[in-house]
């Protein structure tokens, strides 16, 4: 259901969608009752918010009625000191009605900004608590505007829907009272008469309402055209592609069908102002017809004053009695949104904290997978039967087809989700019986999609350990490999890595989420590789970084990389959600099996691009040719990683 309470103008707000009327929720007992009960720790203010409406509203109609008595008392009676009391108390009374409006606006809007304000904190930690599944399955622009724009609704439900119901009930019975004490007739000619004259100004207002919809749709078409198209990697898209011409063309239609439709609902709005100054006059000439009759043919006691009354009573009831009509669709309009809202705050976390969680003194990192089966729908099974395990101080490469489920194994470790059968021991425990905040300190995993925050490289590197020193931040860049880069910035440290990082390389990246992982310190390192192609220097750059890593480290690599694969103690061969292959490289590559074909088809590619001098050690050992980098002795590094 669309949200659209905040920031639209009237015309919009009076009129529900058919899917809104369809998707109209039962408003029940416990439904208020939870509604107003982020009422409950403003109490005091809330009452103080409905006396200040009922003073205000009512001291609001006084003047109309003073006018009666200065035409009647002080003109047509010629009483030069009682006019001027009159005009004094009328403006005296206006004075007062706008200052206690004055109140009832900061108390209104004070209650409203701390509601949001309660539900915005709890809405944010509840939502951190929910598991990667709810992210990955729901839209981020969806749990956004939950966040954003749902709740900037509630606030305007407290401080328009709320407040108007009730200040325009107040002014409807007021007036009606004013206007039975003057004249019974008259007073019942305006009760018919007002609500046949909304009628017309409704049914103008729906067909504005349309226009503005239409208006509104093809304004969210222009930001989806702006969006991709302006965007770093649209652009890029666009650009590689050559599409500028075709993209110009579709937002240049998109612009002018806007125009269009801009002018058509300014002109609806025209003829809508029209109609209701017309049939806002006809109800004043009415009273003054009926009452002059009464006065000239029945003489009647009403006055010219109280003629005056009436007609300025009529004229106030038009606004609460347009509003009040509409306020069904206001009403419905608003449950719906707290439903939206209480929707997300029911959602269960699916994964918690164990009632009774262990936390073990200390920390070896090692990780062992019995029989574990995993599915994220249960229509199609990730993981088959997974056992493996890693030794404290041990590495293991995971080796795999692209989905063949490698990423998905190493999320059960820090529990991103749960088994479905089997378990994962981390340090010998079960990991749904640790501590979630320990489990997930003890292990430091370096992601595929390096993710860094739009700051200073120096912030993306506090978050993994906020009291660092400089010579922290110094010591684990340069292991990381990474400080050449940064001392070369003008900025050093303070430099800014832009939106997600996307003003470094990915090599870059990469390297200073390696530093991060080392100031963090984890027992457990996981590395998963990106599969993304870098070029050899960058690729051996990482690989200097990696090596001091894990070297003294339990660690598990997703390994897309020979050089990787070989630092490891045991290779992992995963595919279709099962290991099918276990060992070492020299023995692998011999079987003939999925690891040999990988070897041949993705990490021995790099190797055929730059061969290996013939009689390299390398070559002779495992019968491959390795990545060369200028300058720089590779072929003696993966020599000797295979003796080892
Ligand atoms: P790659 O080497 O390309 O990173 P991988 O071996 O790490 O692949 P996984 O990311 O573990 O593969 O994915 C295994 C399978 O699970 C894939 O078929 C993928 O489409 C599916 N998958 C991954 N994440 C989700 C998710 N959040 N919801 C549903 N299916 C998913």
Not at 582 to 601: F, I, K, P
Request: proline content about 3%; overall charge negative; charged content about 20%.
């Amino acid at each position: 259901m669309s949200n659209r309470p905040a920031g639209m103008g009237r015309g919009m707000r009076d009129f529900m969608t058919a899917e809104e009327k369809a998707n109209a929720p039962k408003v029940t007992k416990e439904l208020l009752i939870r509604v107003f009960s982020w009422l409950t720790p403003y109490w005091k203010q809330f009452a103080l918010t409905l006396f200040c409406i009922i003073i205000s509203t009512v001291l609001s109609i006084l003047p109309t009625v003073l006018t009666g008595k200065i035409i009647d008392e002080g003109l047509i009676g010629r009483d030069l000191n009682r006019l001027i009391f009159l005009i004094v108390l009328s403006l005296l009374v206006t004075f007062a009605s706008n200052l206690i409006g004055v109140a009832e606006s900061y108390l209104n809007s004070w209650i409203a900004q701390h509601i949001t304000y309660d539900m915005r904190n709890q809405m944010f930690r509840h939502l951190q608590t929910m598991s990667q599944r709810f992210f990955t399955s729901n839209n981020q622009g969806d749990i956004v505007t939950r966040m954003t724009s749902d709740i900037d609704g509630v606030r305007s439900i407290i401080t328009n829907t709320f407040s108007s119901i009730l200040s325009n009930v107040i002014t409807l019975v007021v007036a009606l009272i004013a206007m039975y004490q003057r004249n019974w007739v008259l007073a019942t000619i305006g009760i018919v008469i007002v609500p046949l004259f909304t009628i017309p100004t409704r049914s103008a207002g729906k067909t504005r309402w349309s226009l503005t919809r239409e208006a509104q749709a093809c304004n969210d078409e222009i930001n989806g055209i702006l969006n991709e198209t302006l965007s770093v990697s649209g652009q890029t898209l666009v650009k590689l592609f050559c599409k500028e011409e075709e993209e110009y063309k579709k937002y240049e239609a998109a612009n002018r069908k806007m125009i269009e439709l801009n002018i058509r609902e300014s002109m609806a709005g025209r003829w809508f102002r029209v109609v209701l100054s017309t049939v806002a006059s006809v109800g004043p000439m009415l009273l003054y017809l009926v009452g002059g009759i009464l006065m000239m043919k029945y003489n009647s006691n009403l006055t010219v004053g109280d003629i005056t009354v009436l007609v300025s009573l009529l004229s106030r009831m038009y606004g609460p009695v347009n509003q009040l009509l509409n306020i069904e669709v206001e009403w419905i309009r608003s449950m719906a949104l707290f439903t939206r809202i209480f929707d997300y705050f029911d959602m269960e976390p699916e994964i918690k904290n164990p009632d009774n969680p262990i936390i073990p003194s200390s920390c070896t990192g090692s990780v062992r997978f019995e029989h574990v089966k995993f599915w994220y729908e249960s229509s199609r099974t990730i993981l088959k039967d997974i056992s493996f395990e890693l030794k404290e101080g041990n590495s293991v490469a995971i080796v795999g087809p692209s989905g063949s489920g490698k990423s998905t194994m190493i999320n059960l470790i820090p529990r991103l989700y749960d088994v479905v059968d089997g378990a994962v021991y981390f340090d010998g425990h079960d990991v749904r019986t640790l501590d979630l905040s320990w489990l997930r300190g003890q292990i430091g995993v370096v992601t595929q999609d390096t993710y860094l925050f739009n700051g200073t490289i120096r912030d993306n590197l506090l978050y993994a350990k906020p009291d660092a020193s400089e010579a922290d931040l110094v010591e684990a860049c340069r292991k990381a490999n990474i400080l050449d880069f940064i001392e070369k910035q003008e900025e050093g440290f303070d430099t800014i890595v832009g939106n997600r990082g996307l003003k470094l390389s990915g090599g870059e990246k990469q390297r200073i989420s390696i530093a991060r992982i080392l100031l963090k310190n984890p027992s457990l390192l996981i590395f998963d590789e990106a599969t993304s192609a870098l070029d050899s220097i960058s690729e051996q750059k990482i690989q200097d970084a990696i090596d001091p890593l894990i070297e003294s480290r339990t660690s598990i690599l997703i390994a897309h990389r020979l050089s990787t694969i070989l630092a490891a103690d045991e290779i992992l061969v995963v595919k279709d959600g099962e290991i099918v292959e276990r060992g070492q490289h020299a023995d692998l590559v011999q079987q003939g099996g999925v690891y040999t074909e990988l070897y041949e088809t993705q990490f021995g590619k790099a190797a055929e691009l730059n061969p290996v001098p013939e009689g390299s050690e390398a070559g002779k050992v495992a019968g491959w040719n390795a990545s060369y980098t200028e300058g720089e002795d590779l072929i003696e590094y993966y020599g000797d990683a295979i003796k080892d």
